[in-house]
């Protein structure tokens, strides 16, 4: 029984579904479901029900995946201590900003306290790249916010925020209690610059083209409302300067907080530090 065949297992388990477990663990649905059947085969006895919807835990089957959590919690503690062992016990995180986030000030402190020997490394990313220097391997894991392009890479939700637009205070539409996407649609908005992840700029600009000054920073979008009267788009929960307001964006997607690295990195320190931060932004 190889861990890899459990971390299969595992992702079947929790999503109930074949396609969906594909998707996530980044490989086509028939060789995996050979493995799961390779599997059933090898322990002698039916894990999972399957049907047209998807598929149901067996009592073997939930046996299984505690068992396998357990197992493979296990074998990424083995190459912690490996890795502390040989020096090599240092992560890189890239951060989108949001540094005062009380989930990110959580999961701070709660990886420290599991993990006091590994030395943990910060690059804070501007706004042109949401996947804080994955692509180009300067951190090994990143926690941003989507969308984005996600070729190539692993990304799991943390949270989802509604999003407000950022006004001057004086505007008249901050005195609204709510507003939707045709109320802005006559006003400038911030762009990124040529070269920026296209689906990140698209969801800043409420799915739409705008015209708008370019920026790249969270203070330069800020600059942009109090002098030019530009929208901005911020998560709900963000305080902005006393010159300016939030207003909730209704028909907006939720801005969602995520943890991504490169799929198929084998990094243990990258797996405890996704689970920590699930549990970091539960609360």
């Known amino acids: 029984m190889e861990l890899r065949t459990l971390r299969y297992f595992v992702a079947v ?28 085969t090898d322990l002698g006895a039916v894990l999972l029900h399957r049907s047209s919807t998807g598929v149901t835990l067996t009592p073997a089957g939930a046996a299984l995946l505690d068992e396998a959590r357990n197992l493979l919690a ?6 912690l201590r490996v890795a502390a062992a040989a020096g090599a016990s240092t992560i890189t995180i890239g951060i989108l900003g949001d540094t005062t986030d009380r989930g990110a000030t959580r999961l701070a402190a ?9 030395e943990v490394r910060i690059r804070e990313a501007d706004l042109t790249d949401p996947t804080c220097g ?30 407000g637009a950022v006004l ?28 920026t992840d296209p689906l990140w700029q698209s969801y800043w600009n409420g799915g739409e083209p705008r015209e708008g000054p370019v920026v790249r920073a969270v203070q330069e ?3 942009a409302v109090l002098w030019n009267g530009t929208v901005g788009m911020t998560p709900l ?5 006393e010159e300016l307001t939030v207003v909730p964006v209704t028909d907006m997607a939720p801005s969602r907080v995520v943890a991504a690295w490169n799929a198929g990195d084998p990094n243990p320190l990258i797996r ?12």
Not at 13 to 40: C, D, N, V, W, Y
Not at 237 to 241: L, M, Q, R
């Open 13 to 40: 388990a929790e999503e109930l579904h074949f396609g969906r477990a594909a998707t996530r663990l980044h490989m086509s649905q028939p060789p995996l479901s050979r493995a799961i059947k390779q599997l059933e």
């Open 74 to 79: 296990q074998a990424d503690l083995v190459r």
């Open 110 to 118: 709660t990886y420290r306290r599991q993990h006091p020997g590994v």
């Open 134 to 163: 994955l692509r180009t391997r300067l951190v090994d894991v990143a926690l941003t916010r989507a969308p984005f392009d996600e070729t190539g890479l692993t990304v799991h939700e943390l949270r989802a925020d509604p999003v």
């Open 168 to 195: 001057r205070a004086d505007d008249p539409l901050a005195r609204r209690d709510r507003l939707t996407l045709a109320d802005l649609a006559d006003r400038r908005w911030f762009q990124f610059p040529h070269g």
């Open 221 to 223: 979008c800020l600059q």
């Open 237 to 241: 929960g963000h305080n902005p300067p």
């Open 272 to 283: 405890s530090f996704v689970q920590i931060a699930t549990a970091a932004y539960r609360h």
